[in-house]
């Protein structure tokens, strides 16, 4: 992706500005897409200004930074303004939610709309209390009946029982079965675990994503690698010292440096972790 100079433009609206550069770059969403690895919905809610449809805060900087970036623009300016503009509709949305009514009932409306819910509520009270009772009734009618059922059930169970000699028990023979031990998948997991162990180069940083997760990789000179990442990609860096990491979601990704699996969750920290001290 080559670097372009940045282009001034007279607007204080990011999407206008994103939209403006990449019509200028003459690519589509789709390309675009297909090369930062960010769905086409969230560079269409980018460009529109649509703050609804885009992800939290932390991931949405993540995709205007690496957007602007690629169109060559400046990406501080872009992440400037994209948090300014969401700001200000959250301020607009509480100022709408804490807006009084400009028309309120008046205090005959109030009473005569809580003597309303008196009478309804006290219709619906005796219609319960009614109709519990007669499902009481009629629990007590069907408890007598079933009673009446049994005692006549028992009775028929009694002569029958006087006129008929009792049988013998018959046991009927029985064949042993043979339980064959269950073949365990001890071999194939053992297989599987050191194919993936042999995947993972020994020398350099490898990166290996469960789920979605913004990252940033750099040191004090350089950005090695920035953008969304997916479920099941893999991603191989050069290692130096003095690089840093800053990531969205830690529990989504694992990190080998050298070969060696490297915990990112004790830092308990997102942003700027030095991955000497991991």
Not at 20 to 33: T, V
Not at 149 to 171: F, G, H, M, R, Y
Not at 265 to 270: E, H, P, S
């Amino acid at each position: 992706m080559e670097n372009t100079e940045e282009t001034e433009i007279d607007v204080e609206d990011i999407g206008t500005i994103l939209k403006s550069g990449r019509l200028k770059s003459k690519k589509s969403l789709e390309d675009i897409s297909s090369e930062l690895c960010i769905r086409k919905i969230y560079l269409t809610a980018l460009e529109e200004s649509d703050y609804e449809t885009l992800p939290p805060v932390p991931y949405g900087i993540g995709y205007v930074r690496t957007y602007a970036q690629y169109l060559g623009l400046s990406p501080d300016r872009a992440v400037k303004l994209y948090k300014a503009a969401f700001q200000t509709e959250e301020d607009a949305e509480e100022d709408l939610v804490s807006e009084p009514e400009a028309n309120k009932s008046n205090k005959w409306h109030i009473i005569i709309g809580l003597l309303a819910l008196a009478i309804v509520y006290s219709a619906w009270s005796l219609y319960t209390a009614k109709t519990s009772a007669e499902k009481m009734v009629d629990s007590d009618q069907e408890e007598t009946l079933l009673n009446e059922d049994a005692l006549a059930e028992e009775e028929e169970n009694t002569i029958d029982s006087t006129e008929q000699p009792a049988k013998p028990d018959t046991v009927l023979p029985t064949e042993e079965t043979k339980t064959e031990p269950s073949l365990t998948p001890d071999a194939e997991e053992n297989t599987t675990t050191e194919d993936q162990a042999s995947a993972i180069p020994q020398q350099g940083i490898y990166l290996s994503f469960s789920g979605d997760t913004w990252l940033e990789l750099k040191d004090k000179n350089k950005v090695y690698m920035q953008g969304v990442f997916h479920n099941g990609q893999n991603k191989t860096v050069s290692y130096s010292k003095n690089m840093f990491i800053s990531v969205g979601r830690p529990q989504n990704i694992k990190i080998y440096i050298n070969g060696q699996e490297k915990n990112i969750l004790v830092k308990k920290r997102k942003s700027n972790i030095p991955l000497d001290s991991l």
